[in-house]
């Protein structure tokens, strides 16, 4: 869980790096005068064989105005190149160069006039240009023609077009894009690491765990094979960036609905699951179609593409759409997790429909960009899902543990009891008869004795009678077993009990308290419930001191009857109260603990249970607990 907790951490830095990269961008702009040209003209290539060797003449062909607030538009039906003719302003630059951030073609040539002087070609289906033209100082003034070349539909300049200094204008033609690569590594990062971290999980978290990892991997890679950054510096991996573009969001889409499922359930109907079994099939289906095409040399492309591509689109928003109901379904019954994934999700859900459907409108002509910031609100939603899970799975574990060290301490206890209460059982019977014996001869001497040996042999009788009670204890022990079982009212039990331990109590300065309510009743021998809270109450005078309150409380909840002692004495510490009702374990000079233990077995004859609170200094609490019984006939209670 520290590990985990460590990747949050992890996360959480990178993203402060990332927003402080981002705001470093922003105050970097600005600080060069540069020109903005906003209006250009283009004409469709009429000509199938034109392959931008030559530039165009000035008069030649159908020009038209184009720019930022008139776009051109798609390409007609039928043509797939254009040229695209700007005329550059005066400059007065060191080191001139144009700057175009967003061109959409597969094949461009840039020309100042006849000059050719950039020249770019790619293989695979990635449209997307950004550029940096350098410019001679001659070039003042002078006309800039573009040939493009597609096989989609859009295409052109998409931005406005920027000129000023190359050593200004690099700045943003680099940043163009590596802030994705940032994003993208620290999910690879930060996946990796909670991949490594799962192993130490169980079966069910590992699942959890591996697949979030899965889900955030793939949008690192998403991220970074989707930047223009990639195409730009590393057009010669375009190809693989494309492959990886693919494989990035096919095993997406699966996990993450694997991934909602384990954390909600199949759903009605398991539609979850059905839903995610037909994912993984087309998955497979479209990485068969990526490899077939792939090696075919791109022959199967079209194909591919749409289902790739057209058809993945509209699977994603039936997920999101899927999801999104589930997520306000599970949210209506209050459940934490799903709220917290609503929020995460539905932030990356909602701006990924809305996306996609300005995609559709557009008819491709549009980049999705805002998905990949709502998808970072979402992992971070489903990192906090798993730390609560695991969090609370430690609770558990932590619970559970107390649970089994009290068990444990039971079990150990019963075991003592059960061979200590055999032995007693055993010697008592033994020890008996000879004591009685000997009290006997005892007693037969004390009569004709006189002077010092009367007193020596009253002391002998007195030991002699001691010892038969502490042997009465372990018979008690050894057989709590009641021979007279009888239905018992509680409050006139406890009147009994406050009338013997009165005396007492007032010898030691105390007083008594008892409220006990009436139809209270409890199965069980008489003179065995009186011996064992008769021990308790004993042991809470001789802890009073000088002077105290012992209250006697009785009522009922419930099947239940529920007995307090609580005395204001010298209390107990924490060790001592652990050891209440060991075998010869007391806190007093003169103790045997025999008492308590005896105690203890009593209340768990009657199926009771017995429990003490205390604190050094603050006095002393016992909270005994019997099953209520029903009441005698002509007892006159309901």
């Not at 001659?138 to 096989?151: A, F, H, P, Q, R």
């Not at 996609?356 to 910031?373: A, E, H, Q």
């Not at 005892?442 to 009678?465: C, F, I, N, R, T």
Request: one cysteine or more; charged letters at 20%.
């Amino acid at each position: 869980m520290r590990l985990i907790g460590k990747s949050v951490h992890i996360t959480a830095m990178l993203l402060l790096m990332m927003l402080t990269f981002v705001s470093l961008s922003a105050s970097g702009e600005g600080h060069y005068a540069a020109n903005k040209i906003t209006e250009w003209q283009m004409q469709w290539n009429k000509s199938l064989g034109d392959t931008g060797l030559e530039v165009p003449d000035g008069d030649q062909g159908a020009w038209f105005n184009s720019g930022t607030a008139n776009p051109a538009g798609d390409l007609p039906d039928g043509l797939s190149s254009a040229w695209t003719r700007i005329q550059l302003p005066a400059f007065h630059y060191v080191s001139p160069a144009v700057y175009i951030e967003k061109l959409y073609a597969l094949h461009i040539k840039v020309f100042v006039e006849d000059r050719l002087v950039l020249e770019g070609d790619r293989s695979y289906i990635k449209d997307n240009y950004s550029l940096l033209v350098p410019l001679r100082g001659e070039d003042n003034g002078k006309t800039m023609y573009i040939w493009t070349s597609t096989l989609q539909d859009r295409i052109g300049i998409k931005d406005s077009i920027v000129i000023g200094e190359h050593s200004e204008l690099i700045r943003n033609f680099v940043k163009n894009g590596l802030i994705d690569v940032i994003l993208g590594g620290s999910f690879i990062f930060v996946a990796l690491v909670l991949f490594m971290c799962g192993f130490f999980l169980d079966r069910e978290h590992f699942s959890i765990a591996v697949s979030l990892s899965i889900v955030i991997a793939a949008t690192g890679i998403l991220a970074i094979t989707y930047s223009p950054f990639i195409y730009t510096f590393y057009s010669q991996y375009g190809a693989l960036s494309i492959i990886f573009l693919d494989l990035g969001l096919l095993s997406l889409l699966p996990a993450l609905t694997f991934l909602f499922e384990k954390i909600f359930g199949s759903g009605r109907f398991a539609i979850i699951r059905r839903f995610r079994i037909f994912q993984t099939a087309y998955s497979a289906f479209c990485i068969l179609c990526l490899i077939i095409n792939t090696l075919a040399d791109n022959r199967f492309v079209e194909f591919y593409y749409f289902v790739s591509t057209t058809v993945i689109g509209f699977i994603m928003i039936a997920q999101f759409v899927l999801l999104i109901a589930c997520v306000i379904f599970f949210s209506l019954k209050k459940n934490k997790d799903a709220i917290t994934f609503a929020i995460g999700f539905g932030t990356a859900a909602l701006t990924g429909v809305a996306e996609l459907v300005w995609y559709y409108i557009n008819n491709g002509d549009y980049d999705l960009f805002y998905w990949k910031w709502a998808l970072v609100v979402f992992i971070l939603s489903l990192i906090v899902i798993l730390g609560r899970r695991l969090a609370l799975n430690h609770r558990q574990v932590v619970k559970y543990s107390r649970e089994l060290e009290l068990f444990n301490n039971e079990l150990q206890r019963s075991e003592k009891m059960e061979i200590i209460s055999e032995l007693a059982a055993s010697v008592a019977h033994e020890v008996r008869n000879p004591l009685q014996v000997t009290r006997g001869f005892l007693q037969l001497l004390s009569e004709k004795a006189s002077g010092s040996e009367e007193q020596y042999l009253s002391m002998a009788l007195s030991e002699l009678d001691r010892a038969a009670n502490i042997i009465t204890d372990f018979l008690t022990f050894a057989k709590p077993e009641f021979e007279q079982i009888s239905i018992l009212n509680v409050r006139e039990e406890f009147k009994h009990i406050e009338s013997i331990m009165l005396p007492l109590c007032h010898l030691n300065g105390g007083k008594m308290l008892m409220q006990a309510g009436e139809g209270l009743w409890v199965k069980g021998n008489s003179s065995k419930f009186k011996q064992a809270f008769i021990n308790i109450i004993k042991n809470s005078i001789e802890s009073l001191g000088d002077e105290g309150t012992i209250q006697m409380i009785a009522y009922g909840v419930g099947d239940y009857v529920y007995i307090h002692i609580q005395d204001d004495g010298e209390g107990m510490d924490s060790e001592v109260l652990n050891r209440l009702g060991e075998p010869y374990f007391s806190n007093k000079t003169k103790g045997t603990g025999l008492g308590l233990m005896v105690t203890f077995r009593i209340i768990e004859a009657m199926a009771g249970e017995i429990r003490f609170e205390s604190q050094k200094g603050a006095g002393t609490e016992s909270v005994t607990t019997l099953p209520l019984a029903k009441p005698p006939e002509g007892s006159g209670s309901l």
